[in-house]
């Protein structure tokens, strides 16, 4: 991608002055006064261990860096950017991952949760027959990950924790870590400091666990209780912000729920897709045939390209990425063959 172009992409995103806002400096320091009150609260009435307390305290943290990955899917000649916080080994990168370890195996026991493509065709190998005019439907959010608003995603984290059987203690702690990861997500492009106002940042451990709670307490609140989600909906399953259900309804029934799921909130906002016969969803091809049996197929993006690295490249000997390379691309390699 041309620099101009990925430095244009960049800044229109960080023009956004309801997202983010620059800062006049480094604000690791009191960050770092910050996570060590908390430590010292929680060790001192025994909720954490001087292990965790140690694990929590990051002593020389690197600096998070913003970046883009151009959504080439989306354009070829000038590509939206992803968003991504490089925010591995920063001082709020301990608690992120601290969190997501908590967080995680709830997310997994909610109604909708899909891990990855591979639980997705095991679920849906399960489905019944469907009838054979019913609608193959998926839905997304516009950048979900940006459009999370503080106090609402906060909320829908310490529900998901009221519900699991985790000790009052713990859910203090588990907020109050969680609010400086979101309050104090801060990084660097070129020389300006910026924070991130709202949403979670793409590159932190615990983003998705958190993005999983908010749209599964939106969808508990709001889908689930829906007398045309009652009526008409099956066989509904998320990943994330990927949606796919089957709508038994007529389409203009499906248009209306549509629109009223994206006027709850007006930074949550879903795009829709639907058709009678086929719908990709991941890397998934769902087929229905006129008797409304459903089979999966591969599906691949147009841009999508096979990925070869060459033996000589000088990637660390010790990673065993050399070694292991044709066995991720033994799928392609059978194809071929």
Same mark, same amino acid.
């Given at each position: 991608?041309?620099?101009? +172009?990925?430095?244009?992409?960049?800044?229109?995103? +960080?023009?956004?002055? !309801?997202?983010? !806002?620059?800062?006049?400096?480094?604000?690791?320091?009191?960050?770092?006064?910050?996570?060590?009150?908390?430590?010292?609260?929680?060790?001192? @009435?025994?909720?954490?261990?001087?292990?965790?307390?140690?694990?929590?305290?990051?002593?020389?943290?690197?600096?998070?860096? =913003?970046?883009?990955?151009?959504?080439?899917?989306?354009?070829?000649? @000038?590509?939206?950017?992803?968003?991504?916080?490089?925010?591995?080994?920063?001082?709020?990168?301990?608690?992120?991952?601290? +969190?997501?370890?908590?967080?995680?195996?709830?997310?997994?026991?909610?109604?909708? =949760?899909?891990?990855?493509?591979?639980? =997705? &065709?095991?679920?849906?190998?399960?489905?019944?027959?469907?009838?054979?005019?019913?609608?193959?439907?998926?839905?997304?959010? !516009?950048?979900?990950?940006?459009?999370?608003?503080?106090?609402?995603? /906060?909320?829908?984290?310490?529900?998901?924790?009221?519900?699991?059987?985790?000790?009052?203690?713990?859910?203090? *702690?588990?907020?109050?870590?969680?609010? *400086?990861? +979101?309050?104090?997500?801060?990084? *660097?492009?070129?020389?300006?400091?910026?924070?991130?106002?709202?949403?979670?940042?793409?590159? $932190? !451990?615990?983003?998705?666990?958190?993005?999983?709670?908010?749209?599964?307490?939106?969808?508990?609140? =709001?889908?689930?209780?829906?007398?045309?989600?009652?009526?008409?909906?099956?066989?509904?399953?998320?990943?994330?912000?990927?949606?796919?259900? /089957?709508?038994?309804?007529?389409?203009?029934?499906?248009?209306?729920?549509?629109?009223? &799921?994206?006027? /709850?909130?007006?930074?949550?906002?879903?795009?829709?897709?639907?058709?009678? @016969?086929?719908? $990709?969803?991941?890397?998934?091809? /769902?087929?229905?045939?006129?008797?409304?049996?459903?089979?999966?197929?591969?599906? $691949?993006?147009?841009?999508?390209?096979?990925?070869?690295?060459?033996?000589? $490249?000088?990637?660390?000997?010790?990673?065993?990425?050399?070694?292991?390379?044709?066995?991720?691309?033994?799928?392609?390699?059978?194809?071929?063959?």
């Amino acid at each position: 991608m041309h620099h101009t +172009l990925y430095s244009d992409e960049i800044r229109r995103q +960080l023009s956004d002055t !309801n997202t983010y !806002n620059t800062i006049p400096r480094d604000p690791t320091p009191e960050i770092r006064k910050k996570i060590q009150s908390i430590i010292n609260i929680y060790l001192d @009435n025994g909720t954490i261990d001087q292990q965790t307390a140690r694990f929590l305290s990051n002593p020389h943290p690197i600096t998070p860096v =913003f970046y883009v990955l151009p959504k080439i899917h989306k354009s070829l000649t @000038n590509p939206p950017g992803r968003p991504i916080v490089a925010s591995t080994d920063s001082i709020l990168s301990p608690l992120a991952v601290f +969190l997501e370890k908590i967080l995680t195996p709830l997310i997994k026991t909610t109604k909708s =949760f899909v891990l990855d493509t591979g639980h =997705f &065709l095991s679920l849906i190998k399960h489905c019944d027959t469907v009838p054979p005019d019913s609608l193959l439907v998926t839905m997304d959010v !516009n950048s979900l990950y940006t459009s999370i608003t503080h106090e609402k995603g /906060i909320t829908a984290s310490k529900l998901l924790l009221e519900n699991s059987d985790r000790s009052t203690n713990s859910i203090r *702690l588990c907020m109050d870590l969680l609010k *400086l990861v +979101l309050y104090e997500n801060f990084f *660097l492009y070129e020389d300006t400091y910026y924070v991130q106002r709202q949403g979670t940042a793409m590159g $932190s !451990n615990v983003a998705p666990a958190y993005a999983n709670a908010y749209m599964n307490s939106f969808e508990e609140t =709001f889908v689930y209780t829906d007398d045309r989600y009652k009526q008409h909906v099956k066989h509904y399953l998320r990943y994330i912000d990927d949606i796919f259900f /089957i709508w038994t309804g007529p389409a203009d029934i499906l248009q209306t729920f549509h629109q009223t &799921l994206n006027s /709850i909130y007006p930074e949550l906002q879903f795009t829709i897709q639907y058709d009678t @016969n086929r719908i $990709s969803f991941l890397d998934t091809l /769902i087929l229905k045939d006129i008797e409304g049996h459903l089979s999966t197929d591969l599906y $691949s993006k147009p841009t999508d390209c096979n990925s070869l690295l060459h033996y000589s $490249s000088s990637h660390p000997k010790a990673t065993h990425t050399l070694s292991f390379l044709p066995y991720s691309l033994s799928p392609i390699v059978e194809v071929y063959l």
